[in-house]
């Protein structure tokens, strides 16, 4: 954002329909610093280009997204989480979200570049991510002529970073195999401009390691912190788990029978959408719902605020996933609910994040449900108890406006919204005492 740039935060469907449809008209033009800045991690990967650019990247990453080679992806979710679960014990404390973030980084490594990084090059990835992360949520620090060691940091962790997924893709092109991995898609992918070079693929991979980083295991430690919160939706969570499931894993399969963890999902991406806002540019003077919007105005789209309005959602503070019925959907406005963006811009990710999340959720908590008293033997001992650091949220009035850090032009970019951290209890129950009650 530029000093004294003028900020309009658009929170009308209506509104945001021609914003996000267009493009072309808006874009996403960062100010020149943060430009700069943005293209030592990012380079020009399809979450900061425009126009042509843009339009290849989409159209090559929606290639190695089809859906053919879905199925596997979801497979290896439920078969690694399930591997994770094992080395969860009794009696242990964590916290969750850092615990899920490391594991859907490592499920979107194997998914992505169809191998895994080993233990030191994952914590070198993770220290370059994080070091992201610090630096450009404090944007002041981007607009400082001079060198600090939040910037030194920066550069030394990500041309680790660089080594890093520069060797993996000389490693997938020594080896020629379609393994269903998405890098094989990217790099075969021809497009009028040819297939995509190194530093492309570096560029999209990197993006694509720190969205999968945070994303997913965010929305999961919201929708763990808010079940916990809420028994009688926990109890409904672990009934249908039970019922669908029975002693089985989840698959891409049982996905339409678990339609209340999906809305567990939902529910927990309106009340707390992992983007409370995002933005666009216009460089052109534009006219938006009768009001004369001047060029070089910043347009916040605000998802907190439509998933709060009352008009969509009938007592919007509520948490509660059984709205999500047929005639909630069906009376919605096209663009009220956008947990994943809007238009040919929003997230490439939004099926495989839902099924991810819907997998992970039902992973878990089918295996950590022993503390409901229908629990099955089987089932992990685990009582989940949450406990969020809302800082981003704590002093937000409640009434649906956007939190100002968020009003910060690098919505979607740089910034986590949600700092939650969980700790698992787990405690040691007698098998016997399970079966008696
Ligand atoms: C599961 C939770 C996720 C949520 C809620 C989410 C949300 C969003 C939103 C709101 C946008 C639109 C930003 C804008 O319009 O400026 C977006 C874009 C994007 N997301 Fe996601 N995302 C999720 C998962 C992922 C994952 C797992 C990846 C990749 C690993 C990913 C990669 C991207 C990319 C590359 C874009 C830019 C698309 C473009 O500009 O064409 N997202 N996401």
Redesign the pocket.
Known sequence: MRLNQAVCLVCNPDLVEPI?RDYYAFG?DFSQTYREAAATFWGNS??VSNDAD?LRQ?RILQRALHHSRIAAYGETMVSRTARMLDTWHDGESFDLHQRLMRHTLAL?TRNLLGMDFSAAENEEVIAALDATLALFSDLSQLELKFDTPEKQRFRETVGRLNEIVYAAIARRRADPQDRGDMLFALMNTPDEGGLMTDTELRDEIV??LR??HR??AT?LAWSFALVAQHPAVDVALADELERVLGESQPDLGALPRLSYTERVVKET?RYY???PN??RDIETAYELGGYRIPAGTALGIS?WAMHRDPRFFPDPERFDPSRWTEALERSLPKLAF????GGP??????S???F??VLLLATIRSDTRSSSPRASARSRTTRLTASCRRTAFEWLPGSGSACPKHLSPDG?LGCDPIDTSILLQTAQINPRQLHAR
């Open positions: 996000v996403k399809i979450l843009w989409r979107m993006t694509m969205a999968a994303n997913t929305l991406m959408p992992l983007y995002v933005r998802i956008l947990p994943f963006g811009r929003q997230c490439p990710f939004k495989y994040g839902m991810e999340a979607g």
